[in-house]
């Protein structure tokens, strides 16, 4: 019973009464405790990215984060840290809503609210802050969106503001330049529906203008405030942070944590989804009455989920 009466619950939500409810749970964590590392990182940026960006260089590589984060700063200067915290959360619960609308017609609403929902939980079990990744998943998805818009309806408008918001989470975060390879789907997707080549080429050319014209526009307004020579001395310093051996986030020792993390990744998927088939197989011998506690069934159901 408890069951049905919460899983009618949320099937009665309306969209925004499910998008509050996001909100609302994350809004409970933003009171906990003081983080002197990152919280300090991002904070000591939006003091000082209008007052001396020279001091803080190194973080010009997430430069719009900054500028959002330093004009929310300015107009909310009396709530410090707590502002930084609330704005988190307005941008996950921005992004959750995005990913409801354009999902939503592919995926029935309880599926859909069930997985947003146990998304929000996982994330949520610390304070969010106002952040170049938080600000990089609203972007994306928002220019998913655009793109998936694009695509099912013809709209160049579209493609070219998907486009535009790449580049500007490109400014966000620098790796997410990754994000032009979404033009990629243009021409799978017209291979799929047998478009003609014309299309292909004009709304890859949409895409790509928007991307371009956006990156020309935000290196004006960096030249405009004096912010162009720090991001180009950042950029080197990357690249040589790039070449660097010892450096945690060169290029090879990063290479070296992907392929660990995807092999530990295949390994424990590989043996839960053993566990899962055992399990199965213990389970199928036993049709006619529920299950007995006996060693090899046991041993299926308590040590499958050890991996994960």
């Given at each position: 019973?408890?069951?049905?009466?919460?899983?009618?619950?949320?099937?009665?939500?309306?969209?925004?009464?499910?998008?509050?409810?996001?909100?609302?749970?994350?809004?409970?964590?933003?009171?906990?405790?003081?983080?002197?590392?990152?919280?300090?990182?991002?904070?000591?940026?939006?003091?000082?990215?209008?007052?001396?960006?020279?001091?803080?260089?190194?973080?010009?590589?997430?430069?719009?984060?900054?500028?959002?984060?330093?004009?929310?700063?300015?107009?909310?200067?009396?709530?410090?840290?707590?502002?930084?915290?609330?704005?988190?959360?307005?941008?996950?619960?921005?992004?959750?809503?995005?990913?409801?609308?354009?999902?939503?017609?592919?995926?029935?609403?309880?599926?859909?609210?069930?997985?947003?929902?146990?998304?929000?939980?996982?994330?949520?079990?610390?304070?969010?802050?106002?952040?170049?990744?938080?600000?990089?998943?609203?972007?994306?998805?928002?220019?998913?969106?655009?793109?998936?818009?694009?695509?099912?309806?013809?709209?160049?408008?579209?493609?070219?503001?998907?486009?535009?918001?790449?580049?500007?989470?490109?400014?966000?975060?620098?790796?997410?330049?990754?994000?032009?390879?979404?033009?990629?789907v243009i021409i799978y997707h017209g291979w799929l529906l047998s478009k003609k080549p014309i299309l292909i080429a004009r709304q890859t050319l949409?895409?790509?203008?928007?991307?371009?014209?956006?990156?020309?526009?935000?290196?004006?307004?960096?030249?405009?405030?004096?912010?162009?020579?720090?991001?180009?001395?950042?950029?080197?310093?990357?690249?040589?942070?790039?070449?660097?051996?010892?450096?945690?986030?060169?290029?090879?020792?990063?290479?070296?944590?992907?392929?660990?993390?995807?092999?530990?990744?295949?390994?424990?998927?590989?043996?839960?989804?053993?566990?899962?088939?055992?399990?199965?197989?213990?389970?199928?011998?036993?049709?006619?009455?529920?299950?007995?506690?006996?060693?090899?069934?046991?041993?299926?159901?308590?040590?499958?989920?050890?991996?994960?």
């Amino acid at each position: 019973m408890k069951k049905n009466l919460i899983s009618s619950f949320f099937e009665n939500l309306t969209s925004r009464q499910f998008i509050g409810l996001l909100f609302l749970y994350q809004l409970c964590f933003i009171f906990q405790g003081i983080d002197f590392a990152d919280e300090g990182f991002y904070g000591a940026f939006y003091q000082q990215i209008f007052r001396d960006p020279q001091s803080v260089e190194y973080n010009f590589m997430y430069w719009f984060s900054g500028i959002v984060g330093g004009a929310y700063l300015h107009f909310f200067p009396q709530f410090g840290l707590l502002a930084l915290r609330l704005g988190g959360v307005l941008m996950i619960t921005a992004t959750m809503a995005l990913v409801y609308r354009l999902l939503k017609p592919h995926i029935g609403g309880k599926e859909l609210k069930t997985g947003l929902l146990l998304a929000t939980v996982l994330i949520s079990f610390d304070p969010k802050d106002l952040n170049y990744d938080n600000m990089s998943s609203l972007l994306l998805v928002g220019a998913a969106s655009l793109f998936f818009h694009g695509l099912n309806r013809h709209g160049k408008f579209a493609f070219f503001l998907s486009g535009a918001l790449i580049s500007l989470n490109t400014f966000t975060r620098l790796p997410n330049v990754l994000g032009l390879a979404m033009g990629a789907v243009i021409i799978y997707h017209g291979w799929l529906l047998s478009k003609k080549p014309i299309l292909i080429a004009r709304q890859t050319l949409y895409f790509g203008a928007g991307f371009a014209l956006a990156t020309l526009l935000i290196l004006a307004v960096m030249h405009s405030m004096g912010h162009l020579s720090v991001f180009m001395d950042c950029v080197s310093l990357v690249r040589e942070m790039g070449k660097s051996t010892e450096n945690t986030h060169g290029l090879k020792r990063m290479m070296k944590l992907f392929r660990y993390e995807y092999s530990m990744a295949l390994i424990r998927g590989g043996l839960a989804l053993a566990g899962l088939i055992l399990t199965g197989a213990m389970l199928g011998r036993i049709p006619q009455r529920p299950p007995q506690p006996g060693p090899g069934w046991c041993w299926a159901v308590c040590c499958w989920p050890c991996p994960c």
